[in-house]
């Protein structure tokens, strides 16, 4: 049971680092590049909207999988166990302002097609991003090493 609870935990970290990284390395740089604000930032809420559903999903996979694994170790959990539920727990908060605040306020003014609004709220879930994947690889190497 415990290797098929990694293994759906693994495969969350994937969703949300993998995800991540694509989004800001790849598809963010090269819809800024192809393609006006007024084409751009409607399909970025679009992705973002998918994804967000997603790491939603892998979020309460990874919780719900992380607890059941911590439980099984006995009274005394190994110390990089505890280091990687801390960096998920700001990692988590950090995902909960970009889908609860800074996703609504650009979808709400790519709504009203008030682009540079809605490039602003982007550029702050980029930065947000980008903090998270950077914590998202923290966490890899706490529980690899």
Same mark, same amino acid.
């Given at each position: 049971?415990?290797?098929?609870?990694?293994?759906?935990?693994?495969?969350?970290?994937?969703?949300?680092?993998?995800?991540?990284?694509?989004?800001?390395?790849?598809?963010?740089?090269?819809?800024?590049?192809?393609?006006?604000?007024?084409?751009?930032?409607?399909?970025?809420?679009?992705?973002?909207?998918?994804?967000?559903?997603?790491?939603?999903?892998?979020?309460?996979?990874?919780?719900?999988?992380?607890?059941?694994?911590?439980?099984?170790?006995?009274?005394? @959990?190994?110390?990089?166990?505890?280091?990687? /539920?801390?960096? %998920? =727990?700001?990692? $988590?908060?950090?995902? +909960? !302002?970009?889908?609860?605040?800074?996703?609504?306020?650009?979808?709400? @003014?790519?709504?009203?097609?008030?682009?540079? /609004?809605?490039? %602003? =709220?982007?550029? $702050?879930?980029?930065? +947000? !991003?980008?903090?998270?994947?950077?914590?998202?690889?923290?966490?890899? @190497?706490?529980?690899?090493?």
């Amino acid at each position: 049971m415990n290797r098929l609870l990694l293994l759906l935990h693994i495969l969350a970290v994937v969703v949300w680092i993998g995800g991540m990284f694509f989004a800001h390395f790849c598809l963010r740089p090269a819809a800024a590049e192809k393609l006006p604000p007024e084409q751009r930032l409607p399909l970025l809420v679009a992705v973002l909207s998918r994804f967000f559903n997603a790491v939603s999903v892998a979020l309460l996979v990874l919780w719900g999988t992380g607890v059941v694994l911590f439980s099984n170790p006995g009274p005394l @959990a190994p110390t990089n166990w505890l280091a990687m /539920t801390g960096v %998920a =727990a700001v990692m $988590t908060v950090i995902f +909960l !302002v970009i889908l609860l605040s800074s996703f609504p306020r650009m979808k709400q @003014a790519v709504a009203g097609s008030d682009w540079g /609004t809605a490039a %602003a =709220a982007m550029n $702050t879930i980029r930065i +947000l !991003v980008l903090t998270n994947l950077a914590l998202g690889f923290v966490t890899i @190497a706490i529980a690899v090493v």
